[in-house]
């Protein structure tokens, strides 16, 4: 490819060791496609030219000087703006924050920022992360690259669409109920969610505590591995973090899927599923079984009661953290005669109407008289969830579904019934209340010429296997299509 | 007293004095300039995480151990969610249905008649910050607005529930003292009520004797020292007697203790407050605290109050002197290293609650710090019981030891104090003193005995104070042969 | 059949500040999600545990130790009001 905007970082990587691209030629390309496309996709909603001018001029320094921090040196990678970082704007999309400037990094940034990358700025979300659309944000929707008509998926659609559009390599998004994976199927690209506590959460803005992860996406699984060994680790500041080891991801990559047991989840084609979703995914996984692979069909029935157990849980911890956000410390504040009438119009003018929502949910679901059959009886379906996983990991090494039971969908579309919208996370929320990590691989394009991804899903701290199959997936069955917008042509 | 059954429960916040907060890095200090001990966990910024303090699990663990609770192998946190300005995050991070300690007792005595008060819970949960309310002198009604300073915000606190098994005023008083005392012993807070570092809050409802079920529960808030606490139990009791008494309802509310007026007002009542949407903590995992660690604590507490008071009373002490000497201010160190010494466990009581005590309020400083020593301490008490000083004199030579001057023997001899027990030289004195007042003289020959202790003034002031004064009396009678 | 929400007393304890049309809205909205959301009522669970965290691991501590503060210039820079060292507040309705 002639333009470094649309690199890999593997192949980037090579370009600047061998000092054929340098970073800041590497930066300029992907800020080149950046202001021609960010018109009409509105991936971010912050781009840092002079902070990342500043790393990528740095990187070079550093490789001249022979001190190469490793595969993201000089890489320019985006973030979901519910990651912190110090002196730049951090909005979560939500008004409340307008103008809000962190006083500290992420521990994501940090290790991004130690390992040479350049940080190309932040992109656009649902507000809070709340949503499967990005339609949700206080500051504008995201258009998906391959057509400015649909949503790029949510809540992560701006990182989704800044990376299948080539104005980042690679970006960070977070995971609550599917907001990495949905979004990369529905744009094309690599998302990954790790393990819950692989990835150390301090620094992102929480949604739901005990089901947040970030994660990377990615324009190949091989990226998403690199991604993913810079993040990973425990975090002394997280006491949520996994205390042991990163799983080695990198040694079996390569490994192919011949004797691997793959199960394919009945409850996840189910009827809702788009035909053409089905078809693309059914071939992917034909393909698997061709090259070796011991196919089965397996059932978890507790997955059917999923989706409801997520929104009861995922709203009950919202409503707690997002609590802070009161007009007291930082933030929008609204004028009030009494400091809980200034909360109260704050929260009610700087937090939108899904946020609101689910603000309302939550705090209903945990009331005084509701808590048991609402909340309390979510979390134990959420036990029933992680047992039939348990028991289906007896049987099979990974699972595989589709992502997304459709392709992209028209903005506006679902804006006004949350229900439907809530459904497009059926297949990627139960991996969320186990805590499992899940990946989606784009394996076709339906006959619009919409991408479609498959997801592969592994036990906790599976992430060797999981990469692994994901890998045989993109070879066997993956899909090099690139989106319209992604070229000067189709942005001009 | 009260025509009802009175039933009290106390709940008790104690700032724990660890160097950093219960969940963040940020010094435990209140000193410090306003809204500089912060961070992003204790401000509640997005994204920052708590990570509990171990010094502070520790620490609960030995509260709960010394009141002789159960120690949970695996407790967790919960979020207890209400809106408040000065409460960061709009929850504090506390325990709920699965404490760190549960079911314990503490033994309490009102006039040698003992009680057992249960213990419900000890928990570990996080301050607030503190907000001042411009105008209106500082109260919350008329004020123009409010500063907040965060500093305080996420100082680990520690949370005693007693059950509801006290009945009077002065048995919340005495539970209040000994759990006090308890804290201190272990030198896990100040423990200053005054300041705010010991906190009580208790629960008070009235009901006719025999009624199974219990009365209205009021709450009263803002007692800042053991007297209040007592005096404002005092005034509910008696409030809500007269309320009973005239068949009116008493309103399920929360009051406060006023000190001045010395009565009790209600608050504003928080509408739906108490909803507190218990949801646990997603943002930590459960402590847990293996067998060995709970023996270790157990085993490495230090002599509680109670044990160390009774001990003392087999020395001899009575029950008021054992109870201040082992009060703690290292009285109790004293003691016993007089004794070791030699002296009379009783007799250094009384110098220790006596003098001793007054001179460590005046100079301010704990009695550690001062170059008083058993050793010297026995000194001066054999000194006094032996006749050689007398007790006029020996407070001379206790301020002298307390100033850093020496040795109590070479003290009383710098200062020309020591008595003189030379009968010679007295009969002198005596006879002078005797031929110098004949009128008085005849008046105690007449029967008036006031006149001993004129006329042994007199002899000590010819001595210089170094007589004994015993001595002097005696001498006296047998020389004017009355 | 869908769920019945007192959603003003909701609200009250959220502390948003709703009109009545949103409160009517807000109100049929939730009562949709939550009769699909009540299907977590429809699987026995009895003697099932409760999970609240993915995570199986216990005791993750920090030693007592003093760590750096924040600037407070930089913290009150974000205060949407400040009086000198102080975030400034509208007065407080309630006693602590
Ligand atoms: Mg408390
Ligand atoms: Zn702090």
Known sequence: MSDPADLTISAAGALLRSGDLSAVELLEAVLRRASMTEAILHAFLTIDSAGASAAAAAADEAFAAGDDLGHLHGIPIALKDNMVTRGIETTCSSQILSGYIPPYDATVVERLKAAGAVIVGKTNMDEFAMGSSTENSAYGATRNPWDPDRVPGGSSGGSAAAVSAGSALAALGSDTGGSIRQPASLTGVVGMKPTYGLVSRYGLVAFASSLDQIGPLTRTVDDAVTVFEAIAGHDPSDATSYPGPVPDVRTALDGGVAGLRVGVVRELWGEGTDPEVAAVCRRAVDLLADAGALVSEVSLPSLEYALSAYYLIAPAECSSNLARFDGVRYGLRRAGSTVEEMMASSRHDGLGPEVTRRVLLGTYALSAGYYDAFYGQAQKVRTLVIRDFAAAYGDVDVLISPVSPTTAFKIGERTDDPLAMYLSDVCTIPSNLAGDPGISVPVGLDSGGLPIGLQVLAPALGEAVLFRVAKAVESLAGSDARPALATSEGAA | MSAYDVVIGIETHVELRTASKMFCGCPVDFTAEPNTAVCPVCLGLPGALPVPNARAVEWTIALGSALGCDIAAESVFHRKNYFYADLPKNYQISQFDLPLCSDGKLDVEVDGVPTVVGITRVHMEEDTGKSTHMGAGGRITGSEGSLVDFNRSGVPLVEVVSEPDIKTPEQARAYATELREIVLSLGISDARLEEGSMRFDANISLRPPGQQELGVKVEVKNMNSLRSLQRALAYEIERQTKRLDADEPIEQATRHWEEESRRTAPGRSKEESSDYRYLREPDLIPVAVSRETIEAVGSGLPELPAARRSRYREMGLDFEAARLVSAGEGLGGLLEAAVAEGAGAASVANWLTGDVMAQIRSLGTPVEETPLTGARLAELVAMVDGGELSATAAKDVLAGVMAGEGEPRQIAEERDLMQITDSGFIEEAVDRVLAEHPDEVERLRGGDGRLTGFLVGMVMKATGGKADPRQVSEMIRSRAGA | ?96
């Open chain 3, 1 to 96: 059949m869908p769920v019945d929400i007192d959603i003003a007393k909701v609200a009250r304890l959220a502390r948003i500040a709703i009109t009545e049309e949103e409160a009517a809205e807000y109100g049929a909205q939730l009562g949709d999600i939550l009769e699909h959301a009540a299907r977590v009522q429809a699987l026995p669970t009895d003697g099932v545990p409760p999970t609240a965290h993915p995570l199986p691991i216990a005791n993750a501590l920090r030693d007592d130790v003093i760590e750096p503060t924040l600037d407070r210039e930089e913290v009150l820079a974000q205060a949407p009001e400040r009086d000198g060292d102080f975030f400034k507040l509208p007065p407080f309705l309630e006693d602590s």
